[in-house]
T-cell receptor, first 114, second 116 residues
Framework: EADIYQTPRYLVIGTGKKITLECSQTMGHDKMYWYQQDPGMELHLIHYSYGVNSTEKGDLSSESTVSRIRTEHFPLTLESARPSHTSQYLC?????????????FGNGTRLTVT | GENVEQHPSTLSVQEGDSAVIKCTYSDSASNYFPWYKQELGKGPQLIIDIRSNVGEKKDQRIAVTLNKTAKHFSLHITETQPEDSAVYFCAASKPLDSNSGYALNFGKGTSLLVTP
């Protein structure tokens, strides 16, 4: 199994709260990603990072923000959660190359905003 | 963005039968095609992948074929077992901006049920 960890596994919070979803990997991978998985199971890229101090937005517009201060850590923050943010959030990482290596996924955080 | 289409969305087979899932992609720059299996409560796990310089790859009961000209690739599972029941995703690599980075575009998933 890949060494990528997400916490918490489940989170239920009220509208307006600030939350941070944690993601850590011990494989030394430079590239990290956040995908949002909707109830229909489709995966959408919302953020990615090439390495320390690199953050980029993905295809799906998201009100969340990310940071990459350390190679192994790629947290995602929602400043003010809303019910529309209810979803599963999956973190992934990969080695740096020209697109021929797999993404390793964590087990996800299932977020419910009431 | 570029799309990956996956069919069928649900598939039910009897134990011991074969299962086939098909995907098409549109980005001609895609050169890496992994398949993931996602079980309930877990993240997607890589089960097999294929690169654009190869037409077919097999790993025990799982095989993948790639037709770059037609831009489609397929997953074949033989001698299915109940533990093969899960959601399967195909994906195609897509370039990200000019930093030589890439991400994966995923299909919408196939829910496979193998009945004893």
């Amino acid at each position: 199994e890949a060494d990528i960890y997400q916490t918490p596994r489940y989170l239920v919070i009220g509208t307006g709260k600030k939350i941070t979803l944690e993601c850590s990997q011990t494989m030394g991978h430079d590239k990290m990603y956040w995908y949002q998985q909707d109830p229909g199971m489709e995966l959408h890229l919302i953020h990615y990072s090439y390495g320390v101090n690199s953050t980029e937005k993905g295809d799906l517009s998201s009100e969340s923000t990310v940071s990459r201060i350390r190679t192994e850590h790629f947290p995602l923050t929602l400043e003010s959660a809303r019910p529309s943010h209810t979803s599963q959030y999956l973190c992934a990482s990969s080695v740096s190359d020209r697109g021929n290596s797999p993404l390793h996924f964590g087990n996800g955080t299932r977020l419910t905003v009431t | 963005g570029e799309n990956v289409e996956q069919h069928p969305s649900t598939l039910s087979v009897q134990e011991g039968d074969s299962a086939v899932i098909k995907c098409t992609y549109s980005d001609s720059a895609s050169n890496y095609f992994p398949w993931y299996k996602q079980e309930l409560g877990k993240g997607p796990q890589l089960i097999i992948d294929i690169r654009s310089n190869v037409g077919e790859k097999k790993d025990q009961r799982i095989a993948v074929t790639l037709n770059k000209t037609a831009k489609h690739f397929s997953l074949h599972i033989t001698e299915t077992q109940p533990e093969d029941s899960a959601v399967y995703f195909c994906a195609a690599s897509k370039p990200l901006d000019s930093n030589s980075g890439y991400a994966l575009n995923f299909g919408k998933g196939t829910s496979l049920l193998v009945t004893p």
